[in-house]
């Protein structure tokens, strides 16, 4: 029998056991185009391992040159094809199910990778400061060395001290978070003004794209990571609440199967 395996970052956190930004825009890819699947969970130490044991690619170097192996990555059984990335991931769902509602426009993945870069520099990175201590508690123990380690040879310091809670160091993060939401704000309202769209999706229309769905899956992981704080209300009820209704317009492509 043929099947989507799905390989997602498994943890112990009690609001999901997805979490990870890079993942959760694949699954909100399947839900969305109503591809069935089974999810296979991964510790993160363990990454490597089963993407080599599955033939899956490196996405990227680490700095000492070798290989990185990173989740999701996705094998059709079909086919017997086995894809890293998660844009690359989305793209072959667009190619290899037609019948499905699309999410890249044929030709755009290009100019769709950049809006990611950006995203990420406006948003995610700066984010991940705040919420690296929060994942290192919620992965099962396992993880604990691996994550650890290579998380504070990347910060250059201890997880506690990244962005501790209270800090005039978490205070500045989190106004540069603010910020890059209010910047990703203006690129909806250019939609909008000059395009008579809605301004509740980047593309226009009632239905999302790959940019409202990869938005969407960075603000998940803060939710899930960080939803219990003031920063992260207050960012969510910027102009009106803005941000907490987008949000809420993907609630129907939250099943984790």
Same mark, same amino acid.
């Given at each position: 029998?043929?099947?989507?395996?799905?390989?997602?970052?498994?943890?112990?956190?009690? %609001?999901? %056991?997805?979490?990870?930004?890079?993942?959760?825009?694949?699954?909100?890819?399947?839900?969305?185009?109503?591809?069935?699947?089974?999810?296979?969970?991964?510790?993160?130490?363990?990454?490597?391992?089963?993407?080599?044991?599955?033939?899956?690619?490196?996405?990227?170097? #680490?700095?000492?040159?070798?290989?990185?192996?990173?989740?999701?990555?996705?094998?059709?059984?079909?086919?017997?094809?086995?894809?890293?990335?998660?844009?690359?991931?989305?793209?072959?769902?667009?190619?290899?199910?037609?019948?499905?509602?699309?999410?890249?426009?044929?030709?755009?993945?290009?100019?769709?990778?950049?809006?990611?870069?950006?995203?990420?520099?406006?948003?995610?990175?700066?984010? +991940?400061?705040?919420?690296?201590?929060?994942?290192?508690?919620?992965?099962?123990?396992?993880?604990?060395?691996? +994550?650890?380690?290579?998380?504070?040879?990347?910060?250059?310091?201890?997880?506690?001290?990244?962005?501790?809670?209270?800090?005039? =160091?978490?205070? #500045?993060?989190?106004?540069? =978070?603010?910020?890059?939401?209010?910047?990703?704000?203006?690129?909806?309202?250019?939609? #909008?003004?000059?395009?008579?769209?809605?301004?509740?999706?980047?593309?226009?229309?009632?239905?999302?794209?790959?940019?409202?769905?990869?938005?969407?899956?960075?603000?998940?992981?803060?939710?899930?990571?960080?939803?219990?704080?003031?920063?992260?209300?207050?960012?969510?009820?910027?102009?009106?609440?803005?941000?907490?209704?987008?949000?809420?317009?993907?609630?129907?492509?939250?099943?984790?199967?």
């Amino acid at each position: 029998m043929s099947e989507l395996v799905f390989y997602d970052i498994t943890c112990n956190s009690s %609001k999901s %056991k997805a979490w990870s930004a890079n993942t959760w825009i694949v699954r909100y890819a399947f839900n969305f185009k109503g591809l069935k699947y089974r999810t296979e969970w991964v510790e993160l130490c363990d990454i490597e391992v089963r993407c080599k044991a599955i033939g899956a690619s490196a996405t990227r170097l #680490k700095s000492d040159g070798s290989p990185e192996y990173t989740l999701p990555v996705i094998h059709n059984s079909t086919t017997n094809t086995v894809v890293s990335d998660s844009l690359a991931i989305v793209a072959y769902l667009d190619n290899a199910y037609p019948d499905t509602p699309r999410l890249l426009p044929p030709g755009k993945t290009g100019l769709y990778s950049a809006f990611r870069e950006t995203v990420d520099d406006s948003i995610t990175f700066k984010a +991940y400061r705040l919420n690296v201590h929060r994942v290192y508690l919620f992965l099962n123990p396992c993880n604990e060395t691996h +994550y650890r380690g290579s998380r504070e040879q990347w910060f250059g310091m201890k997880l506690e001290e990244v962005a501790p809670p209270g800090s005039e =160091v978490e205070m #500045k993060v989190w106004k540069e =978070v603010e910020n890059g939401f209010k910047k990703v704000a203006t690129w909806y309202d250019i939609e #909008k003004d000059q395009d008579g769209g809605s301004g509740l999706f980047i593309e226009g229309g009632q239905t999302p794209g790959y940019a409202d769905f990869l938005l969407a899956a960075r603000m998940m992981w803060i939710e899930i990571t960080l939803g219990d704080t003031e920063a992260w209300a207050r960012i969510k009820n910027l102009d009106g609440g803005r941000w907490a209704r987008f949000l809420e317009q993907f609630n129907q492509y939250n099943v984790v199967l």
